[in-house]
């Protein structure tokens, strides 16, 4: 069976920080837009984190989540697409082919978790700025959709080492720019298809939780909400 | 042949017409300058580093993949090398280890030029690119275009033992690399189904 | 014809029309030939560290070849080097093993930088017009040695002022080493989010002058007063990956965090409880909290030892600070207080921790004195999951302060003839009313070692351009995050990109030409000899399991990153000083209360810290983790005091203190008291790089000049200001408005 991609993210250690959201920029060859396109709502954060206000003062709570491309089995976002640019990969990825992609931006309009973003224009990099671009990834041009790829780029350079090596992956060998970088440990990345890995653990866990799960999109992202204290019993 | 050109109906005078708009817009585009962060640079200005083109036949150029011969700076001759014992390897140096194949600098050349074939004219200028702190501008003869995203990996054909030729032809029969070899997506696609390794997208393309 | 064969021609055709000439290739540059050798496509992980907030993470850096434009002898050219690619934690290093926050990750951007100085640079025009022009380093230099000998021969000597930021290790060493040299010399140590309060609070309670190394991870209960400890306080990813452990890392046991503060911050957005407390009032409430855990016997007042015993009432229990008697000073509920103290002393390990505004307030110091003697009545320090310190031992000597020499020079009762200007900008970082850009005025030479143009460094006189982090020599010798002794060191990551020398290979160049003591008193020809020496000090001191001798043991440490004890050092914290401890219990604020009606609160940026990184533009794109605004600044108000103000999200409010005012767009924020605003640090630079140039508004500039009593620190908490709507302003947010009532989060 081969490897079927997912993550877990704990929101009880989630401290909304954002160290994800620099790293996959730094990571991804994400471009800066500049204010004028951010105030048109056109700023590419491949992994947002969202904040929920509950309550009025002196009463608030604040509520963190980290949102990015789910890489959902039922996506709706590959069924619309006219050139199957969005298309779901044999480790059940949701594959974002740049070289066909038209930019009609039906699937970011399909999506419902709005975490596909689209480049109105050629990215720009005032030099030497451009000399941080990972060389193992895509600069995309005008006209094409991005969004998180769960690093493919790191899941292939993981798993040809493991083939040079004979050997069989860890499970935590492979991180994403944003669980690499997770000051809390939230986030974890694994093989949904291991039931040993730690996302499968987390998954099975009984606080496992799905985003817009009532949709049918059936996200491989599984999301433990932030738990409450019960004294000293165990939670 | 005008006349049987202007036969077709009216309706699709105007799909012709609207196509060649659509092509020529959509080539424009990849021209258009970008937006900068801070400043607003243009695509032409030497201080951004962007993805549109400088000119508009640059454009077209990419957009129906057509590139120019290579002219070298220096007439290297694989032939004489290869004849002479030398494998790939011995200058092609991370083919096996990494995505890319190394081509070595002046350095490397020197270390048996400075003794060797010295005379001739074009270890001549070889000894003078690194006399002035120079690195030979060596022009690409294989790669892909930027807009086709191809993230192509070395490491992993060498050690599934795909031979050099079998991509870049026999190089023993050329002097300066020729395109011998055209690098379609059908080309690796071939060779991915007769040897049953994945021909999902992203395997190439991310 | 057939219609595609038509098509196919004019397809052709209009594309061969359109071409130019053939061949063109695009860069005209020559190519340098690489000084390095490297294989393309293939990266080396090199250890680095990060230096852009004092916590001192140790960095693991992707290497790769790339080409970059550099010059060489005059001449413009490609070269193919090693460049920087990405940031990430050092998983060996005790701070942060293997985890970074996103400054760190952004630091990459300083190196590539479009705005960098690129070669020295000298005024070419008034001073602060901008107006430079590029030197030799021979000529920057000679021109540096020949103002510092003039001070030499000056009699009486002195008149040598020099601004850094908080320094560690050799560079310390060789910046004090230069001070030393000068008679009256003034060297200062500046930064706006500084700890000197806590430095002091920990050396009188417990006799470490240190910051608080904090154990959460093993921690049952967490208490923080005011401390973004999550965000940007002290240690934040040390505090971070102990924060997860507490929470969900041992199984069954999940700690507690309340967090008391006037406005929520991002970390006590991840509370289990947040409670409002009045701006000042949490040494009161600490204190109230004791009260409760000493009367109701679950901990003896005895328990508290020396740190108790600074306390005045203590021995009696503290009579003062029963609940029903703070409630409404501090505005916390008494059988809140009562409920807190209670389940505190219930869940041992409990720690407390204090920090940010709540220190920085007039009676900041005794805030300070009041929760360290709860931890040590709680039982908590020097045990796992409490307090405890890191065995660095790097004190800080007292400084002048920067407001006492502005004035000094402002007044002319000091004459400083030269400032040398490093990893500061005073001119951005201080209230207006300290006057320090007049004093900077009055200052004859200025040299700045800065790698940007800022607001400080505009009005210097030459520039001599250090390299940035990742091309130099660093050593480090972290304060707090780790009970481990901690030395970290790491060779240059990448080749300089510049024409920039490294600061600390200036300076002692500097000192050798100058000659006499000051060259004596410094042995070394470049900062990686005295790194090496100190670390040959260092391995004669703990001596080594694994290296056979000092050399072995020097490579070993560039190669992992530094060195670091394999055990936890245990603090011995009994003693402490009796150094006039502050009685003022109550806050103080300046401005009338009936015109100023409002508190103000500055606060840390998660994205620029204290200013100094609003140049990356990564960091001005990130949506700030709160209020998710880009690009520009706000002030948060709470929904009723907008309201009554007439204020609507995104309207421009002028603030205005006694000293000052600033015009701001208003984000309206639940979590923040009625009477409180609030604004972020680290936008309102006049100079700071095409990213940061003139964009919004500085909310240091309209402090009030009030210490925290019984030290020198700035009390940056204590401005009182008032509101008026000024206009239609801008807020850029990434996400929605906050005070829309938000649903419930959709999970099935």
């Known amino acids: 069976m081969s490897h079927q991609w997912g993550m877990a993210i704990d929101l009880d250690r989630c401290t909304g920080c954002e160290a994800c959201v620099v790293a996959c920029h730094a990571e991804n060859n994400i471009s800066t837009v500049g204010e004028e396109q951010a105030e048109l709502r056109r700023a590419k954060h491949w992994i947002r984190v969202e904040r929920y206000y509950e309550g009025e003062f002196p009463d608030v709570t604040v509520k963190f989540m980290p949102v990015f491309c789910q890489q959902c089995d039922a996506a709706p976002c590959e069924p619309v697409c006219p050139t199957f640019a969005s298309y779901h990969t044999s480790e059940g990825l949701n594959g974002q082919v740049y070289n066909r992609c038209i930019g009609t931006r039906y699937c970011a309009n399909a999506c419902p978790y709005v975490v596909r973003y689209f480049n109105f224009y050629n990215p720009v990099w005032d030099k030497p700025l451009h000399l941080q671009l990972n060389p193992d990834v895509s600069v995309r041009e005008v006209g094409v959709m991005e969004k998180c790829t769960f690093c493919v780029q790191r899941i292939k350079a993981g798993e040809i080492q493991a083939e040079a090596e004979k050997r069989e992956l860890k499970d935590g060998a492979i991180q994403p720019a944003c669980v690499q970088s997770c000051p809390t440990r939230a986030m974890v990345f694994g093989d949904l298809s291991d039931p040993e890995s730690e996302v499968s653990r987390l998954a099975h866990s009984g606080r496992s939780t799905k985003l817009l799960g009532e949709l049918g999109t059936r996200p491989k992202v599984n999301y433990l909400p932030r738990d409450s204290w019960h004294g000293n019993e165990i939670s | ?206 | 014809m057939e219609r595609r064969d038509f098509l196919k021609i004019s397809a052709v055709a209009g594309a061969t029309a359109a071409l130019e000439g053939c061949g063109n290739p695009d860069h005209q540059l020559i190519r340098f030939v690489p000084e390095e050798d490297l294989l393309p496509g293939i990266a080396t992980w090199k250890p680095s560290i990060c230096t852009l907030c004092p916590a001192g993470c140790g960095l693991l850096v992707r290497v790769m070849q790339g080409e970059a434009e550099v010059i060489r002898n005059g001449q413009l050219g490609l070269l193919k080097m090693g460049l920087a690619k990405k940031l990430e934690g050092n998983p060996a290093h005790p701070i942060n093993q293997g985890k970074l926050c996103p400054r760190g990750q952004a630091g990459l951007q300083v190196t590539y930088h479009p705005d960098r100085i690129k070669a020295p640079l000298a005024r070419n025009g008034p001073r602060g017009s901008g107006q430079f022009r590029e030197v030799s380093w021979d000529d920057a230099i000679k021109q540096l040695v020949s103002q510092l000998s003039d001070l030499q021969t000056v009699k009486p000597a002195g008149g040598l002022a020099i601004v850094t930021s908080p320094l560690r290790g050799q560079k310390k060493t060789i910046v004090s080493a230069f001070a030393a040299a000068f008679k009256n010399s003034m060297p200062m140590e500046f930064a706006f989010f500084d700890d000197g309060v806590l430095r002091a609070a920990n050396g009188a309670s417990f006799g470490h002058s240190l910051p608080p190394t904090v154990d959460l991870g093993q921690s049952n209960y967490v208490i923080s007063f005011g401390a973004d400890f999550l965000g940007t306080w002290n240690s934040p990813v040390a505090q971070s990956l102990a924060f997860g452990h507490m929470r969900k890392g041992r199984p069954g046991v999940r700690g507690k965090f309340v967090q008391f503060e006037p406005r929520i911050s991002q970390t006590g957005a991840s509370a289990d409880e947040w409670i409002p407390v009045q701006p000042g009032a949490e040494g009161i409430l600490a204190l109230g909290l004791a009260h409760v855990i000493i009367a109701e016997k679950l901990r003896s007042a005895s328990a508290a030892g020396h740190a108790g015993s600074l306390i005045e009432g203590w021995s009696q229990g503290l009579p003062d600070y029963a609940p029903e008697k703070i409630a409404a000073q501090t505005g916390v509920k008494s059988e809140t207080i009562t409920r807190i103290a209670r389940e505190a002393a219930a869940h041992d390990p409990a720690v407390a921790l204090i920090g940010d505004a709540a220190t920085a307030q007039t009676n900041g110091l005794f805030n300070a004195l009041a929760v360290n003697a709860l931890n040590a009545l709680l039982g908590s320090v020097g045990k796992p999951g409490g307090v405890t310190f890191s065995p660095s031992s790097n004190l800080k000597e007292s400084n002048l302060s920067l407001q006492a020499l502005a004035s000094q020079i402002n007044s002319g009762a000091a004459g400083v003839k030269v400032l040398l200007l490093y990893n500061a900008n005073p001119v951005f970082g201080t209230p207006a009313a300290w006057g320090v850009r007049a004093a900077l005025d009055k200052i004859p030479f200025i040299a700045s070692f800065g790698s940007f143009i800022d607001d400080s460094s505009a009005l210097a006189d030459l520039i001599l351009p250090d390299h940035s982090s990742l091309e130099s020599w660093l050593d480090d010798a972290p304060v707090s995050g780790s009970a481990k002794t901690v030395v970290s060191v790491a060779p240059p990551a990448m080749n300089p990109l510049h024409n920039t020398r490294s600061m600390p290979d200036v300076l002692l160049g500097v000192a050798h030409q100058l000659g006499g003591d000051l060259a004596r008193s410094l042995p070394w020809k470049t900062y990686d000899e005295a790194i090496q020496a100190s670390f040959t000090a260092l391995y004669k001191e703990k001596g080594s399991e694994t290296a056979k001798d000092a050399d072995e043991f020097w490579k070993t440490a560039q190669d992992q990153g530094g060195w670091w004890s394999s055990e936890e050092v245990k603090a011995v914290t009994a003693g402490g000083s009796s150094a006039a401890s502050p009685k003022t219990a109550a806050p103080q604020f300046d401005g009338d209360p009936s015109e100023y009606r409002f508190h103000f609160l500055p606060f840390a940026s998660q994205l620029f810290y204290d200013g100094s990184l609003a140049h990356l533009p990564w960091m001005q794109e990130a949506p700030d983790p709160l209020s998710t605004v880009m690009w520009g600044t706000w002030i948060e108000i709470n929904p009723r005091t907008a309201e009554k103000l007439g204020v609507n999200q995104g309207d421009l409010v002028e603030v205005a203190s006694q000293h000052g005012k600033l015009q701001a767009p208003a984000l309206i924020a639940p979590g923040i008291a009625p009477d409180v605003v609030a604004m972020p640090v680290g936008q309102g630079h006049e100079n700071f790089t095409r990213y940061a140039s003139g964009r919004g508004a500085n909310p240091i500039s309209i402090l009030s000049p009030v210490s925290v009593e019984g030290t020198g620190s700035l009390a940056w908490a204590a401005t009182r200001v008032k509101l008026s709507r000024a206009g239609k302003g801008k807020l850029i947010l990434f996400g929605g408005s906050l005070s829309e009532a938000s649903p419930e989060l959709k999970h099935r």
């Not at chain 2, 970008?34 to 200005?45: E, V």
């Not at chain 2, 192509?152 to 300066?176: K, L």
Request: proline share 5%; charged share 20%; glycine share 6%.
């Open chain 2, 1 to 206: 042949m005008l006349r049987s050109a202007f036969r077709v109906s009216h309706y699709s005078r105007v799909a012709i017409a609207i196509g060649v708009v659509v092509l020529g817009l959509a080539i424009l585009e990849r021209v258009l300058p970008a937006q900068g962060t801070g400043s607003s640079p243009s695509a032409q200005s030497p201080d951004v580093f962007t993805t549109a083109h400088r000119t508009v036949s640059d454009s077209v150029r990419e957009f129906f993949g057509l590139r120019e011969k290579p002219v070298q700076p220096i007439a290297y001759t694989h032939k004489v090398h290869l004849g002479n014992g030398m494998q790939c390897t011995d200058c092609h140096v991370g083919v096996d280890q990494g995505p890319d194949a190394r081509i070595p600098s002046v350095n490397f050349c020197m270390t048996c030029h400075q003794v060797i074939a010295t005379d001739k004219p074009e270890i001549k200028k070889l000894a003078a690119y690194r006399a002035r702190g120079e690195d030979i501008p060596w022009q690409r003869v294989y790669g892909f275009e930027p807009s086709a995203h191809v993230k192509f990996n070395h490491a992993p054909h060498i050690r599934a033992g795909v031979d050099c030729s079998v991509c870049h032809g026999d190089m023993r029969q050329q002097t300066v690399a020729e395109r011998k070899v055209d690098h379609t997506m059908g080309f690796c696609l071939n060779c991915h189904r007769q040897k049953n390794v994945s021909v999902d997208c992203v395997t190439c393309h991310f």
